[in-house]
């Protein structure tokens, strides 16, 4: 069974920074698309960033400067290093995993607040 399990939430203050983990149980991991979502209370899930097989990788205009992602093949882990975080980057993250199938982790709780 596929498992995509998030790790590194939690509650931080205004500036500061986390760095999230993703781990998944998949044999072809590096052929895998990866991505981070995050959805806020009462949002819509947005997508956060994309890193391809190949290693290209995007983020969105709302965190391009402060969040970058990275993945290990070898570990088989997605990161999502994020920094000068704010307010409005309190939500819950998730990984998704894309190549034949779709995967999804269960999130992990981001909180930013004074």
């Known amino acids: 069974q596929v498992r995509l399990v998030e790790s590194g939430g939690g509650l931080v203050q205004p500036g500061g920074s986390l760095r999230l983990s993703c781990t998944a149980s998949?044999?072809?991991?590096?052929?895998?698309?990866m991505n981070w979502y995050r959805q806020a209370p009462g949002k819509q899930r947005e997508l956060v960033a994309t890193?391809?097989?190949?290693?290209?990788?995007t983020v969105a205009d709302s965190v391009k400067g402060r969040f970058a992602i990275s993945r290990d093949n070898a570990k088989k882990t997605l990161y999502l290093q994020m920094n000068s975080l704010k307010s409005d980057d309190t939500a819950v993250y998730f990984c998704?995993?894309?190549?034949?199938?779709?995967?999804w982790g269960q999130g992990t709780q981001v909180t930013v607040s004074s």
């Open positions: 998704r995993a894309s190549y034949v199938s779709v995967y």
């Open positions: 998949l044999s072809a991991f590096s052929m895998f698309t």
């Open positions: 890193i391809t097989s190949g290693g290209a990788a």
